[in-house]
């Protein structure tokens, strides 16, 4: 039981140091559409929004993990 409660404490940690590190993304890449493309920048936009993507994704596993994780020690308790 403490292994999964300590899951649960572990995997909502970091679903919500995911969805913090997703919104600065998302901010970054609605500030990066902003500016005109250079051949400095190149391709920018898109990386930035496959950054998002990838930590929202992460984000989102995380939390079904983590409430996995407390339905199954409140079942062993």
Known sequence: MNLAWDG???FGGLSVVAAMIARRS???FKDALKQPLTPETGDMPYLRHWDFRYWHRIGLAAAALS????ILSLMLW
């Open 8 to 10: 649960a404490i572990l």
């Open 26 to 28: 998302w901010r970054d």
């Open 67 to 70: 409430f996995l994780c407390l």
